[in-house]
């Protein structure tokens, strides 16, 4: 006879619908213990609760069914933190379905496969969803998520133009708009953002910025860029890409990359020697201004292509008298300008070079400077100028008509001229190493020389040291790694040509290690 184990009383009364015995002193719930065995039948031994050899009917556990449910479930869910609508997340179980084969699935590989058909369906919507955003709703590494991405597009066979290319600008436009630290600013602010932001990534497109980068940088830079020329703070470059899922460092270095693309383009104007990257944020306003007005000219000839653009001189000569100059100077001088700039639109075809330019910059510094000298500025320093110093005191800068204001195709993009057209940083990058391979090829070539011929050394030697004796500071260079596999690479008559392209482990491969030399 059976006891309770709570109480040791032997009253039990069975439940109405588990059918397990509870004591009916103190209530305890005992052990499981009517598993009742039938045998003979078709489908073997069976229990209460328990059923063995069948597939389960009626109210039975189905495990497909219930794998599919809380597949579909799992779908909602993640598309839900996507914020994507339920047409959207129904597209999705659809294309998991196809690919396998309607039985769907569960664990961490099948959470990877919902992100990366969330990712193609958007794309293939041309809304553009950076990979950084879906990786971090699903939980998952990047390069994890982008490896289901290729096997997703390969299976469906997604080519162009059904499948299009990522779209930095869409993306900018969805980072603007869900962006909570710009959920405050007003319409016109906004728009005025857009345009600008467009502008500048059309501009980076051109200037190959973008070409083999991760876009989520790029837009992170140019969106704190435009938001420092608008006045809009309160953040940092580190809350942007935070926000956005981005690595710091990679959209610090963007955003350096773009500072220097803006002094480069600056150096066509009257001042740009002066400008640098740390004060390029002041002198931004006016070398926009010159892109936008140089993307908007139409090419005519030999004289444009030297530079010579219809920039608006009034604008120009406000920001450079600034806000401290003599309301009265400033105004004749603009007003003379203004006259001059009516008199050559009457003129067919008239352009101001930018020694004309130059000029009127000139005898600017130098009236300032004598104002300046008579105490006309009291005890302002340039420092407090800089610290003070707001976009919006210029006059209004931006004017939004040119069309890489408006989202263009590539081939349109490369033949809008912006004032700047550089090489690849990549190209220079390469070049910069293949000098200094050179350098490092003929300074192995020198010490392998002295040990062949020492009897030259001496005088090599000497040679060496009278140039170097122009330094103040005589900087030795020790070898490393590269210099001795230089060596060793020389030393097996390997063509120079082939050492500076700097695969080093495909050289050593087939010149060194299977050439027999042990």
């Known amino acids: 006879m059976p006891i309770c184990v709570s109480c040791n009383s032997n009253s039990f009364t069975p439940d109405d619908v588990s059918g397990r015995l ?109 990979i950084a955003e ?7 590494d990047d390069y994890e998520l982008g490896r289901m991405i290729m096997r997703v597009v390969d299976f469906l066979e997604l080519k162009k133009p059904d499948f299009p290319e990522f779209d930095i600008v869409r993306l ?80 610090r270095l963007r955003y350096r990359e773009l500072l220097e693309a803006l002094v480069k383009a600056a150096q066509v104007l009257p001042w740009g020697k002066d400008v640098t990257v740390k004060n390029v944020l002041r002198h931004a306003p006016t070398v926009i201004q010159y892109m936008e007005k140089k993307s908007m000219s139409e090419p005519r000839g030999k004289k444009d292509s030297e530079g010579g653009v219809g920039i608006d001189l009034r604008d120009v000569v406000s920001e450079c008298l600034g806000r401290n100059c003599d309301a009265d100077e400033s105004a004749t001088e603009v007003e ?35 104002f300046k000298s008579s105490g006309g500025f009291g005890a302002v320093h340039e420092r407090e100028e800089r610290q003070y110093f707001d976009p919006h005191d210029c006059t209004e800068w931006w004017n939004g008509k040119s069309e890489l204001s408006k989202k263009l195709l590539l081939k349109n993009i490369l033949e809008k001229d912006v004032g700047l057209d550089p090489m690849p940083p990549s190209y220079v990058k390469g070049l ?25 050394a001496h005088s090599d030697a000497c040679i060496s040291e009278d ?37 080093y482990n495909s050289l050593l491969d087939l010149h060194v290690f299977n050439s027999g030399v042990v």
């Not at 708009?177 to 600008?196: A, H």
């Not at 470059?237 to 935070?242: E, F, L, S, T, V």
Request: glycine share 8%.
């Open 172 to 251: 900018y436009e969805r980072t603007l708009q869900n962006s909570r630290m710009f959920g405050s600013l007003g319409g016109s602010v906004r728009e005025r953002m857009k345009k600008q932001g467009i502008f500048l990534i059309q501009c980076a497109i051109k200037w190959f910025l973008t070409t083999g980068r991760r876009p989520l940088p790029m837009v992170v830079a140019i969106l704190v860029l435009v938001a420092e020329l608008n006045g809009v703070g309160g953040f940092s470059i580190q809350d942007c890409a935070k926000e956005v899922n981005a690595v710091v460092n990679t959209c």
């Open 22 to 130: 509870y004591c009916s002193n103190c209530g305890h719930l005992q052990d499981f213990d009517n598993f009742v065995d039938v045998y003979g039948g078709v489908s073997g031994p069976t229990g209460t609760f328990i059923r063995l050899g069948t597939s389960g009917q009626g109210t039975d556990y189905h495990y497909r069914e219930t794998k599919i449910y809380e597949a579909k479930k799992l779908v909602d869910d993640v598309t839900l933190r996507l914020n994507l609508s339920p047409s959207r997340a129904d597209e999705i179980k659809a294309m998991i379905a196809k690919i396998t084969e309607g039985e769907f699935g569960q664990g961490n590989w099948f959470n990877v496969l919902i992100g990366a058909c969330a990712y193609v369906a958007m794309r293939r919507d041309s809304k553009s969803m950076p």
């Open 432 to 456: 910069k190493a293949c000098k200094r391979r050179r350098e490092r090829i003929n300074a192995a070539k020198q010490r392998i020389h002295k040990i062949m011929h020492p009897s030259n």
């Open 134 to 140: 879906v990786a971090s709703a699903i939980g998952c």
């Open 336 to 370: 003379n300008l203004k006259k001059v700039s009516d008199d050559s639109q009457r003129m067919d075809k008239m352009k101001l070079s930018h020694e004309c330019l130059t000029m009127v910059y000139s005898k600017f510094l130098d009236e300032m400077e004598s």
């Open 467 to 503: 140039v170097q004796t122009g330094r103040k500071r005589k900087r030795r260079h020790t070898l490393d790694w590269e210099d001795l596999i230089i060596e060793t690479l020389l030393l097996h008559q390997v063509k120079e040509e082939e050492i500076e392209k700097g695969w």
